[in-house]
C-alpha cells in the first residue's frame, strides 16, 4: 500500500482539530490509498464468489438433512461466507501500519500532534467502510446463487451490523499484532493460525448437531460462531434466542480489541 504521509499544512491544522476532525483526516488519507489500489478489495471479492457459486453449488444436497431444518445449503452458507469474507479482510488491515512503519509515515504520524485514537479510529473507518460494501456485494452474490432472505431489509442491515463488529474486532486485533511484531511475515503467519481455525471451528459451514461433539464445544465459545448464527438468524428472520449475549459478547471484543491497538501504538512509540 503506497503511502500519503501528512503535510505540513495538515499537521498545522491537525494541532487545532478536535477528535473527529483528526479522525476524519486519518479516514481521508487511507480512503486515498484505498481508491488508487482498489484492486486489492476487489480481488478478495474472488473467494467468496468461489465459495458461494462453486462449493454451495457442489453441496447442495446437504440442504436435504435434517440438520439444515429444511432450508437450502445456499441459504445457510451465505451468511456465513458474509462472515468469512470480512474476517480475512480484517485479518490483513495491520499489513498498512507495517508498511507505515517500514517507509518512515509511522514516524511522521507519531510526531505529529494526531491523537494516538483518532490515527487507530481513522484507519477503523476506513476498513470498516470497505467491509461493509463487500458484505453488500457477498449478499447480492448469494442471491444471484439462489439464496432468499426473508427477513427482508431489516434483517439485511442487522447482518451488515454484526459483520462490522465482528470485522471491527479483527482489524483492531491484526493492527496491535502489527504495531508490535513489525513484520509482515509475522502477521500473515498468525493471521492463518486464527483464520482457519475460527472459520472451521463454528457454525460457519455446517450445523452444530452435524459436527463431532468436541467441535460442538469449541464452537459455541467461538465469536464467529456468534456472528455467523446473529447473521444467519437476521436474513432469515428469525434470532436465536441467545442473541443478546452473542451480540454483547461481539461488541465486547471489539472495545477490548481497540483498546489493545491503543495500547500498541503507545508502545510502539515508546519504542522508537
Do not use: K
Request: proline letters at 4%; aromatic letters at 10%; a positive charge.
Amino acid at each position: 500500500m503506497s503511502a500519503i504521509a501528512l503535510s505540513p499544512a495538515h499537521q498545522a491544522a491537525a494541532a487545532q482539530a478536535g477528535w473527529l476532525t483528526q479522525t476524519g483526516q486519518v479516514f481521508r488519507r487511507w480512503s486515498i490509498v484505498s481508491v488508487r489500489q482498489a484492486w486489492g478489495p476487489v480481488m478478495s471479492l474472488i473467494q467468496p464468489v468461489i465459495w458461494i457459486l462453486l462449493f454451495g453449488q457442489v453441496f447442495r444436497t446437504l440442504g436435504a438433512l435434517p440438520a439444515f431444518g429444511g432450508h437450502g445449503y445456499i441459504d445457510y452458507l451465505v451468511p456465513g461466507i458474509l462472515m468469512m469474507t470480512v474476517l480475512y479482510s480484517g485479518a490483513w488491515a495491520g499489513t498498512g501500519y507495517i508498511e507505515d512503519i517500514d517507509s518512515g509515515v509511522m514516524d511522521q504520524y507519531l510526531t505529529s500532534p494526531l491523537r494516538r485514537s483518532a490515527i487507530i479510529a481513522g484507519q477503523l473507518l476506513q476498513q470498516l467502510v470497505i467491509n461493509v460494501l463487500q458484505s453488500v456485494v457477498v449478499l447480492g452474490i448469494g442471491w444471484l446463487g439462489g439464496a432468499r432472505y426473508p427477513g427482508g431489509a431489516g434483517g439485511m442491515l442487522a447482518a451488515l451490523a454484526v459483520a462490522t463488529l465482528l470485522a471491527a474486532t479483527f482489524c483492531c486485533a491484526s493492527t496491535a499484532v502489527a504495531l508490535t511484531a513489525r513484520s509482515q511475515i509475522a502477521l500473515i503467519s498468525l493471521s492463518q493460525l486464527i483464520v482457519l481455525p475460527a472459520t472451521f471451528l463454528s457454525t460457519t459451514m455446517m450445523p452444530a448437531a452435524a459436527m463431532p461433539d468436541w467441535v460442538q464445544n469449541v464452537s459455541r465459545g467461538n465469536p464467529m460462531t456468534w456472528a455467523v448464527e446473529l447473521g444467519r438468524g437476521g436474513l432469515a428472520g428469525v434470532f436465536p434466542a441467545d442473541g443478546w449475549w452473542q451480540a454483547g459478547g461481539l461488541a465486547l471484543l471489539a472495545c477490548l480489541a481497540f483498546a489493545w491497538a491503543l495500547r500498541a501504538i503507545h508502545r510502539y512509540q515508546r519504542s522508537i
